[in-house]
């Protein structure tokens, strides 16, 4: 109660609509919504069958309703894909990938780098130890025998003076280990660096930036190029492999002829790598992949991109980052922000955790697919539409399904057609499949600890709380704020689908319902259907429904963001800067005490503090927000000066 009455009493109405990363994050996934659903909906009559009877216009609320569902990853479809045009289908295939956890996570990174080096820049600008760095890094940079041209001298009085690299203070400037002094850029007269001519500021190079920014900064660049090789890489090898298989006879002939249309099969293997990747569930077969039973190499394909696309892409991130760090030379630059990355994964991505916390997410997440493959063949034993198919297929076809149920919505046999009890449990597997990369995100990061009230600021109040009390925590909150954002849609969707379910009308009942709600908030795309057709059951309700379920699927998309501050989405060395300015400008001014709080501020900017699994990444700046917090402060306060 203390923290929300901090929380109302301080501040302006007005702060509650200010830009943070989560409204950042939620206007971008609206904002495309909102475009790419008039783009389909005016595209116009569908023109992929001869069956003049089969042409329909897709209405705005299913367009606006399919390009949510693959913006955010969830796969419900309220119309068969197999309607709809080449061009339709093809901008869903973009919404996937937009909306994939990795393409934004690198929007992310390059968006935090960007306003990094603006926010380097404006310090230097105004920081007098900032410039003082900037200058000794073109005079390290300055060949060993090159003599600098005149300049002013800072007095103003017009006397020019040369300094030689290698005057007595020269071989000690050369050197990053040895003394830095403050000195004038050449050929820029009485404007002290880093001005030009003009008087107007320079943008710091990369080299500069590089020094500024320390390893963390150099890591973010890292993450630049890596990240988007990694969804290259995992799409190639799905396309290498699966679009020649699919033009393989039999492959090509269920792919034409199990639907009107005339599916390309290359495009169809495009689509469903893209989608498998993405994690989003829509196929342009009708069917799913119930034709592919028996067909291992396309089953174990889309399910290798599924499980590097999302539930494992942390797992499988940490380790391609330690095998390059690895491959890298010892003493390279590079192999110096791997190493950062592996040390202190928290401070520059999200997903990227401790190599601890790694472990524990990769051991969580293999045992519940082990779990739900296991009971694919408890609970259904002797059960005639799963006991009918060979004992092949059966076997791949039960870890299939239970990587579907967590993951894409991909199936290999309808929810309909499923036992009763292993459908209530792939109902809640659908629930929790967030979970364990989320809560591995909150246990991870101090500044949510905070701000959930999960950690006490007053240290000496209490002892401190063990990793397993941290993570039980998040997950009974992380349980009571979900709860909301299942019952209260359910409960307004049994008001507009009234008449439906009372009659009630073919496949409409009150445990679909709540089928569907989960599936949407779990980003899933799993459904019961309806018998008539093979569109999922949500096409078969009202308009205020599928917005209702639209919200829910945005909604399901963000509870895995951070809910107040995270290291990984804050500006680095701004506090650092600040006291190395105060040590400046105090009154000791001795070349010493300015190497020494230099030295400190480069230690701490290099990474030299050693993370800890449940602990802050920035152990300096936790004490202060501590100290802060205890003042009175709000987190909202903190995070806009952080």
């Known amino acids: 109660m203390d923290q929300l009455r901090r929380l109302f009493s301080k501040g302006h109405p007005w702060d509650y609509f200010r830009w943070n990363f989560y409204r950042v994050h939620l206007s971008y996934f609206i904002l495309t919504i909102i475009v790419s659903s008039v783009i389909v909906y005016g595209s116009g009559v569908n023109g992929n069958s001869d069956d003049a009877e089969a042409q329909f216009r897709l209405r705005y609320i299913d367009a606006l309703f399919l390009c949510a569902s693959a913006m955010t990853n969830t796969g419900l479809n309220t119309v068969n894909l197999g309607s709809i045009t080449a061009f339709q289908q093809s901008v869903l295939a973009i919404l996937l990938l937009l909306g994939n956890i990795v393409t934004v996570s690198v929007a992310t990174i390059w968006i935090r780098r960007h306003f990094f080096r603006q926010h380097a820049n404006e310090f230097v600008q105004h920081s ?105 890489f995992w799409l190639a090898l799905g396309l290498v492999f699966l ?112 190599s601890i916390n790694t472990w524990y997410l990769a051991a969580i997440q293999g045992g519940l697919h082990l779990l739900l493959w296991a009971f694919w063949f408890i609970l259904q034993i002797g059960y005639p539409p799963v006991w009918q198919i060979p004992a092949g297929p059966r076997v791949i076809s039960g870890l299939y399904q239970a990587l579907g149920v967590r993951m894409t919505g991909f199936y290999i046999l309808s929810l309909s057609e499923v036992a009763p009890a292993l459908l209530v449990l792939y109902t809640g597997a659908m629930y929790v499949s967030g979970l364990p990369v989320i809560i591995s995100i909150r246990s991870t990061n101090i500044y949510e600890e905070r701000s959930l009230g999960v950690q006490d600021t007053n240290d000496h109040a209490q002892a401190p709380k063990t990793e397993k009390s941290y993570i039980g925590t998040h997950f009974r909150k992380q349980l009571a704020l979900d709860a909301w954002w299942l019952f209260i849609p359910i409960w307004l969707i049994c008001i507009v689908e009234r008449d439906g379910l009372a009659m009630p009308a073919p496949g409409f009942s009150l445990f679909s319902v709540i089928v569907e709600t989960v599936s949407a908030f779990g980003t899933i795309g799993l459904s019961n259907g309806v018998p008539y057709d093979n569109y999922s059951f949500c096409g078969a309700w009202h308009t205020l429904s599928k917005l209702i379920l639209i919200v829910v699927m945005i909604r399901g998309r963000h509870r895995g963001l951070p809910m107040a501050i995270d290291r990984a989405v804050l500006l680095p060395g701004q506090e650092l800067m600040q006291r190395m300015d105060k040590e400046y400008n105090g009154k000791d001014t001795s070349q010493q005490r300015l190497r020494e709080g230099e030295e400190k501020v480069r230690q701490e900017e290099g990474g030299s503090q050693v993370e800890k699994v449940g602990m802050g990444q920035d152990p300096e700046q936790d004490r202060t927000i501590a100290k802060r917090m205890d003042q009175g402060e709000s987190e909202k306060d903190i995070a806009q000066t952080a």
Not at 177 to 182: D, E, F, G, N, V
Not at 199 to 221: D, H, K, N, P, Q
Not at 309 to 318: M, S, T
Not at 322 to 338: C, G, V
């Open 128 to 232: 007098q130890a900032g410039r003082q760095v900037v200058e000794d890094i073109d005079r390290e940079s300055a060949p060993p025998n090159k003599e600098f041209g005149h300049v002013r001298s800072a007095s103003g009085n017009g006397s020019v003076r040369r300094r030689s690299a290698n005057s007595e203070q020269g071989p000690a400037l050369l050197s990053k280990a040895k003394i830095r002094s403050s000195h004038l850029e050449v050929g820029h007269g009485g404007f002290p660096y880093p001005w030009d001519t003009t008087g107007r500021f320079r943008s710091l190079s990369e080299t500069e930036l590089e020094e500024i920014g320390g390893v963390e900064y150099r890591a973010l660049g890292v993450l630049i190029w890596l990240l988007p090789a990694y969804v290259l």
């Open 243 to 354: 679009v020649p298989y699919s033009y393989r006879g039999d492959v090509a002939a269920i792919i034409r002829d199990s639907q009107p249309g005339n599916l390309i099969p290359g495009w169809w293997a495009t689509f469903v790598i893209f989608s498998g990747f993405a994690n989003g569930g829509l196929s342009l077969l009708n069917a799913s992949m119930i034709p592919f039973q028996g067909f291992y190499l396309i089953l174990i394909l889309t399910g290798a991109v599924m499980l590097a696309g999302n539930g494992f892409f942390p797992v499988f991130l940490r380790g391609t980052i330690w095998t390059m760090a690895k491959l890298i030379p010892q003493r390279s630059r590079l192999r110096h922000s791997f190493a950062f990355l592996l040390d202190h994964p928290r401070r520059c991505f999200i997903l990227l955790f401790p």
